[in-house]
């Protein structure tokens, strides 16, 4: 009997590169035969043996003004992606979130290979905002892999089956003291408070948010002047982060990629939040990653318009940060759309600096509950996958 599987594998922004990355590591390590991945990933999924159909960051669009101008880009590549999973003919679709390119794709393979097992990783945040989407999604997924404990019963219900695989931050590991030492020795961090600054990994996101990190920076020097700032730097957006943070009148210091391979870009990134005594990030998956490594954080996001327009209409839940909605709490400081002004976020930062802040245990408490100490997240989803596809 042929063990071997052929895995095509779609992601289309930096998490769920990290997310693909560690699965097909996973996969490769708990499969019985060989492995032979293809698709489109960034740089974690291609250092795990995947060549990308085309660059990922094609994909890594947000924002319903930044997305209009690229729609005809975007189509062509759902077209591309399409064909080459129709002529690749693998035992199984796997795509990891990014569900609006993700899920168009998956409609086109499905209709000449109906019999396709489709595995989707990242289960769509229907508790969150449009519930409809679990039922649309049941019409092209067959199995999902959530991230989060609670969410199983929604796919469930929608027809599709799902298990809670853990979430990838719950193996990572915590940098040693040796390597928080010599990280600062390498930066010339002295010995006062660490801020890690996160405007983001789009280039919307250093666009809309950069101005006011820049001035929350220059804010927070002036009442800590020993404070010192720490920005890893997205490899989709290096140049730019490069360009704008140039003419700040307090620079951070820049983690940049060159020279580093993507396992050590990401062992440097978790040496920052290790060492840090807060974090200023833009709202996203980046909270997990801050609170897997103890590093209190203040959360911000600002979107046009009409993007404002519409979540606001949509949401069904008054906060967008994880580990708030993990332990049912608002100990993250959340300023977004209109309350993401330079005064509120400067006083929130400068809140945790001075200690004011009950967030440790709820960092704790949001990794325990997304499965740490119980097995490795890689190994969880590769054995989910493999179920699946038997």
Not at 99 to 114: N, S, T
Request: net charge neutral; aromatic share 6%.
């Amino acid at each position: 009997m042929n063990n071997d599987l052929n895995l095509f594998l779609i992601a289309g922004e930096l998490s769920g590169d990290r997310l693909g990355g560690a699965l097909m590591d996973g996969l490769t390590s708990e499969a019985t035969g060989n492995v032979t991945f293809s698709g489109v990933g960034g740089p974690m999924m291609q250092a795990a043996g995947m060549n990308s159909l085309f660059d990922m960051s094609d994909l890594s669009v947000m924002g319903l003004f930044e997305i209009l101008p690229k729609i005809p880009m975007l189509l062509s590549r759902v077209k591309t992606t399409a064909a080459a999973v129709i002529q690749a003919r693998p035992d199984a679709l796997i795509t990891i979130d990014s569900p609006d390119f993700c899920f168009r794709v998956a409609d086109k393979v499905r209709a000449e290979l109906p019999d396709l097992k489709v595995i989707h990783y990242v289960a769509p945040s229907v508790w969150a905002w449009r519930p409809e989407r679990a039922e649309k999604m049941a019409k092209h997924v067959d199995h999902v892999l959530a991230l989060l404990p609670f969410e199983p019963p929604y796919m469930h219900a929608a027809g599709m089956t799902c298990d809670f695989v853990g979430h990838p931050v719950i193996s990572e590991p915590k940098p040693t003291k040796s390597d928080q030492d010599a990280f600062r020795t390498e930066l010339g961090l002295g010995t006062g408070p660490i801020i890690t600054v996160l405007p983001g990994s789009r280039v919307g996101e250093i666009k809309r948010m950069g101005p006011i990190f820049e001035h929350v920076l220059a804010n927070i020097k002036s009442s800590h002047p020993n404070a010192q700032f720490v920005l890893p730097v997205a490899a989709s957006v290096e140049n730019l982060v490069k360009q704008k943070t140039a003419n700040w009148a307090v620079k951070p210091k820049l983690l940049l990629n060159a020279g580093h391979t993507s396992q050590q870009v990401e062992h440097r990134k978790r040496t920052a939040y290790a060492i840090s005594d807060a974090a200023l990030a833009t709202s996203g998956t980046v909270a997990l990653e801050l609170a897997a490594q103890d590093c209190p954080m203040v959360v911000a996001y600002r979107a046009n318009w009409a993007t404002t327009r519409m979540v606001k209409k949509l949401a069904q839940i008054d906060t967008a940060n994880l580990i708030n909605i993990v332990n049912d709490t608002r100990v993250v400081p959340e300023h977004l759309f209109e309350n993401c002004t330079v005064d509120k976020i400067t006083q929130s930062v400068t809140d945790l600096l001075n200690g004011r802040s009950q967030q440790k245990d709820a960092l704790r408490d949001t990794m325990i509950a997304l499965g740490q100490g119980q097995k490795d997240a890689h190994l969880w989803a590769a054995k989910s996958v493999l179920k699946a596809i038997q």
